[in-house]
């Protein structure tokens, strides 16, 4: 009986352990610490925008981290908000994307608390700048993570 | 029939039961189930991340993967012994969270098994899962009314 306790919590404290080794790269650990990603732009020419966009977004005193990527015509927002006003996830997304609605209105918003759309976007960020994609491969993987955001259950 | 005031007799055992039955630790109880479902709650959030980082998933659809792993992880567990001690140990905290779901399932499964694999397994393994779809499909419907009441009187419109 005893023997059984031993080994079960030795199995979660290795689970839990292993988990934390699991990262290659340092930015990817994007759910233990907080990385502060630089945002992206598919075009060049837009990188002043984007970090307007980035700002813009860092301004809401709720959200303590963002990951912008601005491709042609659609913008991804991945946001990250404090723990405690997560309660409030809903009506926080919806005023951000009502804000950067008046301030960009060219632009179409896709604003997301996910977890998985914030790594991807990181993850993104980190493909661009090590192997120099092209504007076509950058805009469509963004559109990869915008159909990903969409997924319901 | 239980209408009737208790007799000078009946009185004099309830008095006699009270006085010898065993206190029932109730705090003790709460902690324990606590912790012990936390850390079942917490290995699941593991697998919740694992799904995320690893595979294409999103916070949203993680968790259908997820409950099947618990679930597969909580019938191996039952298959070899180690849930019923768990459950004796830790009670409520390990039949709330969705691995006493499994635990029930595969108990009943073993249990039957001698009736045969027809009426014994098929038809009682899934005896709890009948109480759960009911009370929890009947839940949900409560609660869907609640949220429509609020959201249409209170905050006007959708």
Not at chain 1, 8 to 37: A, H, K, M, W, Y
Not at chain 1, 84 to 97: D, H, N, P
Not at chain 1, 131 to 153: C, D, F, P, V
Not at chain 2, 136 to 148: D, M, N, P, Q, R
Request: hydrophobic share 40%; net charge positive; charged share 25%.
């Amino acid at each position: 009986m005893k023997k059984y306790w031993i080994y079960i919590i030795g199995v979660c404290f290795i689970i839990i352990q292993l988990s934390g080794c699991s990262t290659v790269n340092r930015n990817e650990n994007s759910l233990l610490s907080q990385t502060d990603p630089e945002p992206i732009a598919v075009k060049d020419e837009d990188i002043e925008k984007v970090k307007k966009i980035k700002d813009t977004v860092l301004s809401f005193d709720e959200i303590y981290e963002t990951a912008v990527v601005l491709g042609k015509e659609d913008c991804l927002v991945a946001i990250k908000v404090h723990h405690l006003k997560r309660f409030r996830m809903k009506a926080i997304e919806k005023k951000l994307k009502k804000k950067l609605k008046e301030q960009f209105p060219k632009d179409k918003f896709t604003v997301s608390s996910d977890y998985k759309i914030f790594l991807e976007s990181v993850r993104l960020k980190n493909r661009v700048e090590q192997e120099n994609w092209s504007e076509e491969q950058k805009e469509k993987r963004l559109q990869e993570i915008i159909k990903l955001s969409q997924e319901q259950t | 029939m239980g209408k009737e005031p208790k007799s000078p007799e009946q009185k004099e055992y309830d008095q006699l039961q009270k006085k010898h039955e065993k206190k029932r630790p109730i705090l003790r109880n709460c902690i324990v189930a606590f912790f012990v479902g936390g850390t079942i709650c917490l290995i699941g959030q593991a697998i919740s991340f694992f799904y995320i980082y690893f595979f294409n998933f999103t916070e949203q659809t993680a968790g259908n993967p997820t409950v099947a792993t618990m679930i597969f992880i909580a019938m191996l567990l039952t298959g070899f012994g180690v849930y019923d001690r768990i459950g004796q140990f830790a009670g409520a905290g390990s039949a709330v969270p969705i691995t006493g779901f499994g635990n029930a399932v595969i108990s009943s499964a073993i249990e039957h098994r001698t009736e045969g694999f027809v009426l014994g397994v098929g038809g009682n393994m899934f005896k709890l899962a009948g109480s759960v779809i009911l009370f929890g499909v009947f839940s949900a419907f409560v609660v869907a009314i609640i949220k429509t009441i609020i959201i249409q009187w209170f905050l006007g419109g959708f």
